[in-house]
Structures are given as C-alpha cells and as structure tokens.
C-alpha cells in the first residue's frame, strides 16, 4: 500500500501524505530521540508523492519538519499500531483498492 500511495497508483491529499510518512517514520524508527534522530535523518527516506512534493514550494528541511511534528505525536506506539493506524488511514483514500487495466475488445 505505502509503495502505491508513493508511486502515485492511489491518490493521497497532501495533509494525509504527511500524516501517513509520520507513521511509516514510527513503524521504521520507533519514538522520536532528537539525540538518535537529528535533523536531516530523514533526507535518504522516500515518505511522500512526488506530486505532493512538486505541489508546494518547500525544502526537504521542511518536509521533514512537518513529518516530525507528527512523528513526535505518536510517542509510545508500538510498530504494529503504527502500522495499523497507517493502513487505517489508507484504506480510506478515494482511491483505494481500485486498479486500473488495460482491456481490449475482440479487434484487438
């Protein structure tokens, strides 16, 4: 599911981007330390759509400090409710569990 939101195969709005990195950050990370986690650790991650991305005029400094006030949020979840959160939150974008195909019909 993070690998289609990411690939833009199911839309994601903005804000819900940022709220679903911010889990995937928990899941991945565990809680927050600003001592382990200083800023920038984030720079190597894939979180977000690039259409998101490319939608505002923002830094990856920026982005990561809009994850991590959310990530800071979630102190004490344990990786499996973050992802549950995560996939709750997913399943009910417009476009979940909807995939397109090709089709043809009998003249090819």
Known sequence: V???????????PPE???LLASYAVQAKY???????????????ESLLPQRVKDQYQMTSDMWEERITSWYTEHTGMLRDEAEMEYLKIAQ????YGISYFPIKNKKG
């Open 30 to 44: 565990g809680d927050y330390d600003p001592s382990v986690y200083p800023p920038g650790f984030l720079h190597n």
């Open 92 to 95: 009910d974008l417009e476009m």
């Open 2 to 12: 993070k690998q289609q939101i990411l690939d833009q195969d199911i839309y994601c």
């Open 16 to 18: 819900a981007s940022v």
